[in-house]
T-cell receptor, first 116, second 113 residues
Framework: KAGVTQTPRYLIKTRGQQVTLSCSPI?????VSWYQQTPGQGLQFLFE???????NKGNFPGRFSGRQFSNSRSEMNVSTLELGDSALYLC???????????????FGPGTRLTVL | QQPVQSPQAVILREGEDAVINCSSS?????VHWYRQKHGEAPVFLMI?????EQKGHEKISASFNEKKQQSSLYLTASQLSYSGTYFC??????????????FGQGTILTVHP
């Protein structure tokens, strides 16, 4: 099976701009989680989508948003970019089964966002 | 609150063993272990679930002490390829976490020839 894919891999933006990142999960996986990774804060959970619905959200400002499409692909959007948004953005896909409350998550290669 | 990993860094020679610990102040449902090499995505290693179930890498072992809310990852007969940063990610008990893992700060493992 193909792994999780993320596009683009690298992105440079300036403050105030907005950005959209894309994630295609492993075939058959219907849950997509997004994380932000920075040297200072480590890996932090942004949100999770399943069946086009956001089921969980981390402690990030409303500038961070996401959505999921019917084919399970997901996008996240960051509006009004700030310097502190520079980070590696990772998405992870999971299989979802009724009896499994904590399925394994498989990460994509990430999108490296640099805000100037 | 994020789990605490110890040690922060480990340096080994090939063939030596290492143990990485992950402790939480909250009641846990599961502990996930990942290894990340520089510039790459975290790679799934293992899940340990409350109740004793484990899923993951055949060559890696780990334990989950539910009373102490602590997990340990055991790396035996280390190889150069084991080098990287190891993260534990936890989900809390008391309901479904819906994809949310809270990660520790990471343990940097370096294996020398």
């Amino acid at each position: 099976k193909a792994g999780v894919t993320q596009t683009p891999r690298y992105l440079i933006k300036t403050r105030g701009q907005q950005v959209t990142l894309s994630c295609s999960p492993i075939s058959g996986h219907r849950s997509v989680s997004w994380y932000q990774q920075t040297p200072g804060q480590g890996l932090q959970f942004l949100f999770e989508y399943f069946s086009e619905t956001q089921r969980n959200k981390g402690n990030f400002p409303g500038r961070f948003s996401g959505r999921q499409f019917s084919n399970s692909r997901s996008e996240m959007n960051v509006s009004t970019l700030e310097l502190g948004d520079s980070a590696l953005y990772l998405c992870a896909s999971s299989p979802v089964v009724l009896w499994d409350l904590s399925p394994e998550q498989f990460f994509g290669p990430g999108t490296r966002l640099t805000v100037l | 609150q994020q789990p605490v990993q110890s040690p922060q860094a480990v340096i080994l020679r090939e063939g030596e063993d290492a143990v990485i610990n992950c402790s939480s102040s909250k009641a846990l449902y599961s502990v996930h272990w990942y290894r990340q090499k520089h510039g790459e995505a975290p790679v799934f290693l293992m899940i340990l679930l409350k109740g004793g179930e484990q899923k993951g890498h055949e060559k890696i072992s780990a334990s989950f002490n539910e009373k102490k809310q602590q997990s340990s990852l055991y790396l035996t007969a280390s190889q150069l390829s084991y080098s990287g940063t190891y993260f534990c990610g936890t989900s809390n008990a008391g309901g479904t976490s819906y994809g949310k893992l809270t990660f520790g700060q990471g343990t940097i493992l370096t294996v020398h020839p």
